[in-house]
């Protein structure tokens, strides 16, 4: 595994969870571009398999493949040096979000299926340059412009190996293949255009004192990006500070509710605004599995059942009717971090407080909300509780770092890569780490 604060001279070998335990998958189909080309060992015994495609499944706390029944199972290329992929089938997408679905991908290097806790583990061990080329096209599109791909391969690679959070450290991966960590899709994507960005990159990093810089990026800031620790429980980070995602337009007054309200509702001339990339033709450059949908400005509407049963289950409460929703802490993008609920229970007021952005998102919503901020407003129908919920919000995602539509806006308009990472991580450059 990666080292926090080790900084790699030679390109390193990573280790990423395709299948994790949590997806309580029990059925596997893997596939082979050139079956010849790899080895397999199951039990730390090498065997011939001559089928092209093998389905394995759980049985009895077992690997069932073919007629055997084992605990593990490697397939591992014979070559490094060619590009014979597995094909593995199917492949959780967008783990509890909006989106989720399942996919099918190609991945280079070793894989290695296993059970945990009774469950299908499956790691993709790589090296990380066959991997980075593959996150840029499974985060956004392979048709991007050369600078936003680019600057996404080279974040990515930074918040790799920086190794901040290592969110799966317990099972010994690096990262998840997902967008709890970072999108990867394998091989399935790529274009030529997108293997030039990635070898143009190739051992880049950003760098701030001397460190490799925890390079988080989101699918769109809404126009402002937010400050890493009103996200996330951390140190604040020079290089991951608020900042406005345009030029010369005047800052929003986000610190009272009429320069909050005039911000959501309107549409500023930001870098992921529609003045730069617009709506009918984002779809064109969002990653595989995104959905269409605003992601700049958006709306939701609740009716008073559902915002209650969401809530209930979610945090498991027993309101019988939700009274209003009172942010107590807005980060510097708008973004909702202390959110209380008020309510009724047992016909008496009551209150409940949701501490950070990413509980607020999952709690209001039935699926996940799409960021947290925005303003709330009511609907009344003569009672004592509102009937709806209207949530006018801005960007997808946490907002910290790196906007992803902003820097496909700024790559449209002729920015390079290094402006766009300069414009997002300020303060840091760049260092090549290994050829």
Known sequence: MLVKGNIPHSEPTVSIGLVLPEDNQTELMISFSNLNAFKFILDGTPVEIAETDITIRVQNNELAVKEHQVKEMWCIPLSAEKDDYIQLN????????????????????????SLTDGQLFVVNQVTLEKYIMCVATSEMNANCPPA????????ARSWLLAAEEQKHKDLGLDACNDDCCQRYQGVNNLTESALTAGQSTHGKVLIYYHQICD?????????????NENVWSEEPKPYLRSIQDSEGIPPPMLHNSIGRKSWFLSNPACFCSPDHVPEDELAAYLGNVDEKGNYFRWSVSLTQQELLESINHKTGSDFEYIHSLIPLKRGSSGRIIRLNIDGTINNQSSTITVETEYEIRHVLHPDFLFSSAFIIQTDFDDGS????????????????????IGALGMALAGKSSDDILNHYFRSTELLKLYD
């Open 90 to 113: 199917p492949i959780r997408a967008g783990r509890g979000f909006h989106w989720e679905k399942n996919i099918k991908i190609k991945v280079l290097g070793d894989v290695r299926i």
């Open 148 to 155: 936003l791909l680019e600057a996404q391969t080279i974040a």
């Open 215 to 227: 390079a988080r990026y989101s699918k769109s800031c809404g126009g402002i990006t937010e400050n």
């Open 385 to 404: 509780h509102p009937t709806h919920f209207h949530l006018k919000g801005a960007g997808w995602g946490h907002g910290v770092g790196l906007c992803q």
